[in-house]
């Protein structure tokens, strides 16, 4: 048996807008050894023509042999279940990573449910009906913590708006199911080359306009203490295979008595009574969950002061009145403070030698990006537990070079003299 054989063979469900793209290069990078015989990426986007950006280097790792993408609906239990069926000779999938999820936090409730804890159950039953050695899910930071306490896995960290409501729930619906071999990663917010979703890019690109316009980036939220805890798509991918090859030996059970966390309630509970998988809401459904961070530490001074350093501006704090008005009128603001966030972006883009044409980057910041965020997470417990290595400890300026420089080559960010 040759040693690819020996290797598992691994389904990546979803998040093709966010991480799934950075873990496949990991299991099969063009350059390097393959961790997996063969991988399935399945998703509800097309990649050829692409409905979704993918970023310059993903096309070379869909090129790789034995590597398959399928445009899926994963609404749709009976073409859930096909997936699972592997290739002629090939053996059952023993891996199995759910990146799937809503994002987009103008999305309703509605969508929420079906997009996010609908589809996770879907294919956590069949997971679990097929006897998979791992099943990784992958928890966005969907959740604010407490201005005090430990941050590590016990903390009761709390989702807020509707979407992270059911993201949590989601989480409570998988623990529930005892057979499958469940393991949760809670990732902080998630930066990197090729990651144009969440608050980071959104907050770089944001960043470079006030450079290129050479005035103080503002923010409502003084002094900046709060937490907004950072993670490097390689350690998200990372990690979420170390969490698979830690899972395979053990079972849930085992698995539980070494890391298994309580998950308490967090909805309406008029609600859950309403969708189909829910736990009653006086349980607490057990699972192995790990935090994955970075080593920054990372505040909202801290982080908004390296970034607009970068881009040889300064983050600063408005006026205590002055933010005072602009809490109580922040709907109303949202639309005047993206007219010079939103205008000079596509002027830098104009201006770029090249143009730019497309670009999956914007600089409209919603009321979500501009409402107050605090997550801190302690990152010990997947390190000693797991015994996971950070390969990007450290959001500075030589990780945000690698990230802009990136999108500078392929041609999503802006050539500019001074920026």
Not at 23 to 31: D, F, N, Q
Not at 188 to 204: D, K, N, Q, R, S
Request: proline letters at 6%; a negative charge; glycine letters at 6%.
């Amino acid at each position: 048996m040759s040693d690819n054989a020996e290797k598992p063979n691994v389904i990546i469900f979803g998040g093709l807008n966010t991480c799934s793209r950075a873990l496949a290069a990991l299991l099969v990078p063009p350059e390097g050894e393959r961790l997996v015989s063969h991988l399935r990426i399945v998703d509800k986007f097309s990649v050829s023509p692409p409905t979704t950006y993918l970023g310059a280097e993903f096309p070379k790792v869909l090129a790789q042999p034995d590597v398959e993408y399928r445009q899926v609906n994963l609404t749709v239990p009976s073409a859930v279940a096909s997936v699972f069926d592997p290739p002629a000779g090939k053996a059952p999938y023993s891996f199995v990573f759910d990146l799937t999820g809503e994002v987009n936090h103008d999305r309703g409730e509605v969508i929420a449910i079906k997009m996010t804890f609908t589809v996770a159950r879907i294919i956590a039953m069949e997971a679990a009906k097929r006897n998979v050695k791992a099943y990784v899910r992958l928890q966005q930071p969907v959740y604010e913590s407490s201005d005090k306490g430990s941050h590590d896995e016990k903390e009761d960290v709390k989702p807020i708006r509707p979407l992270d409501v059911w993201w949590h729930e989601t989480l409570r619906m998988l623990a529930s199911i005892e057979e499958l071999n469940l393991v949760v990663v809670r990732c902080g917010f998630v930066y990197g080359p090729y990651v144009e979703f969440g608050l980071y890019a959104l907050v770089t690109t944001v960043a470079s306009v006030y450079g290129y316009m050479r005035k103080p980036m503002k923010t409502i939220w003084g002094p900046g203490k709060d937490a907004v805890h950072t993670i490097h798509v390689e350690d998200v991918a990372g990690s979420l295979w170390a969490c698979a090859e830690w899972m395979k030996p053990l079972g849930r059970k085992e698995a539980n008595s070494l890391a298994g966390e309580r998950i308490p309630f967090h909805n309406d509970k008029s609600k859950v009574k309403e969708v189909e998988g829910t736990c009653l809401p006086d349980t607490e459904p057990v699972a192995p969950i790990f935090n994955v961070v970075d080593d920054s530490e990372t505040t909202l001074a801290k982080g908004g002061s390296m970034i607009t350093e970068y881009f040889g501006t300064t983050f600063e704090f408005y006026s205590s009145f002055e933010t005072t008005v602009a809490k109580l009128k922040l709907e109303d603001l949202v639309e005047e403070i993206n007219e010079h966030h939103v205008g000079t972006w596509t002027e830098m883009l104009q201006s770029s030698k090249p143009p730019i044409v497309h670009t999956p980057l914007n600089a409209y910041m919603d009321k979500y990006a501009l409402t107050r965020h605090k997550l801190a997470y302690n990152n010990g417990k997947i390190k000693n537990v797991v015994g996971y290595q950070l390969k990007r400890p450290l959001f500075d300026h030589e990780t945000l070079k690698e990230v802009v420089e990136k999108w500078k080559a392929e041609g999503s960010w802006p050539q500019l003299d001074d920026c």
